[in-house]
């Protein structure tokens, strides 16, 4: 028995040597993991459960319409579903013969899927074994509500473009309504949906990382890059801060603390008595004062004339830049000939002779026309 355990423990080592690494991380192409049926829970559940989750108001009548192909789509689950319209909620609940306990919890999904203005033809895809949802909150996750509603917007793009492209990259359905995004889809796409929304919020463009999708796209179809690292081929876009904060024209500056009072501010009286005007008289006061204004008034009619004058001031004339004299051209004789010929040929006002000769024609046929005419009426 011990020589036998010690042959198996050898023959398991040299398997883990051979075998690469790689090889046992990976997970073969086409695999799939087993639907679960009755025969791995014959007896079924235990316990009853139930969830239930509240709809909006708009979303009444088109839930209406919808509930019994929900019913019908859970019911092959063994799964209850009801609706409230009084109080406004979906209720599903497990029954006796509910052998997944999954089934309840994709059951929760859809409801909640619906109740988020996901259409019914998207939301049953929930109850397939390869497909999960994520409901992610993004109310909070800006303070204004102006900047919010332009991220969002950014998120769908030109005429839902770039929600599109998102789409197609992550195999994802992905629907944008008020506080929410309902993303529903294979768990490595809604990984990255979710990725990319939260970026979005954060004031990161979602081109940036829609450009590194693509490229991880056309990575993962080359088996020998598979167990590589890829950062030296995904590219690393560097934050720009456009917008620097714009200082104040007045800036406040703090004096040094001193413990001593700042001086008392000199009076009146103190600044007659350094100039010396306190011990003047009244009329030499006057005096002083008249002169200030004459002084003053002088100033300001000396000033106006100034400006009387300007009109008056002859504007500066430009140089007068002479020009090259141009180099004189050599007459062609001949070709002034040539013209004077066939202007005598042509006569001003007078029709060439090869046209003249034709009208004459012409003229004289008319002539015997009428002429005959003539004879035969007479």
């Known amino acids: 028995a011990h020589s036998c355990s010690f042959t198996e423990g050898n023959l398991l ?27 791995d829970n014959p007896k079924g559940l235990l316990e009853e459960s139930s969830f239930a989750t509240l709809f909006p108001k708009y979303r009444e009548a088109y839930l209406k319409e919808c509930w019994p192909l929900v019913q019908k789509a859970l019911g092959e689950h063994y799964v209850n579903a009801a609706l409230d319209l009084i109080e406004g909620s979906m209720t599903v609940t497990t029954t006796k013969k509910t052998f997944d306990p999954y089934a309840i919890i994709r059951a929760r999904d859809l409801i909640k899927l619906l109740a988020r203005s996901v259409p019914f033809e998207q939301a049953v895809r929930i109850l397939q074994d390869d497909v999960a949802c994520d409901i992610i909150k993004i109310g909070s996750l800006v303070r204004k509500r102006e900047t919010f509603i332009k991220r969002r917007a950014r998120l769908l793009g030109p005429k839902g473009s770039t929600l599109k492209a998102l789409e197609l990259l992550t195999n994802c359905y992905i629907m944008v309504q008020g506080n929410t995004v309902s993303a529903l889809g294979p768990f490595s796409g809604l990984k990255e949906v979710r990725k990319v929304v939260l970026d979005t919020m954060k004031n990161i463009h979602p081109i940036y990382n829609i450009k590194t999708l693509m490229i991880k796209r056309e990575l993962a179809k080359d088996p020998e ?10 590219p690393k876009f560097k934050r720009k801060n456009l917008k620097k904060r714009k200082e104040p024209k ?10 001593f009072p700042p001086p008392q501010p ?4 103190d ?16 005096r002083k004062q008249m002169e200030e204004i004459k002084a ?28 090259k004299a141009s180099t004189e051209k050599k007459i062609d004789i ?26 004459m024609a012409a003229d004289e046929k008319k002539k015997k026309k009428k002429n005959k005419k003539a004879i035969l009426f007479s």
């Open 271 to 286: 600044k007659e008595l350094a100039s010396g005007e306190y011990f003047l008289k009244e009329r030499q006061k006057k």
């Open 266 to 269: 000199e009076s009146q009286i």
């Open 225 to 234: 890059l598979r167990t590589q690292s890829w950062e030296r081929f995904l």
């Open 334 to 359: 001949e070709a002034i000939k040539e013209k004077v010929k066939n202007a005598k040929k042509k006569k001003l006002g007078a029709l060439p002779e090869e046209e003249v000769k034709l009208k």
């Open 296 to 323: 003053k008034q002088a100033d300001a009619v000396k000033r106006r004339q100034e400006e009387r004058n300007k009109a008056f001031i002859p504007p500066k004339e430009k140089p007068v830049v002479k020009k």
């Open 13 to 39: 080592f040299f398997f883990l040597i051979t075998v690469d690494e790689s090889e046992l991380l990976t997970v073969p192409d086409g695999w799939k993991e087993p639907a679960f049926t009755r025969e």
């Open 250 to 259: 007045k800036k406040n500056t703090k004096k040094e603390y001193t413990p």
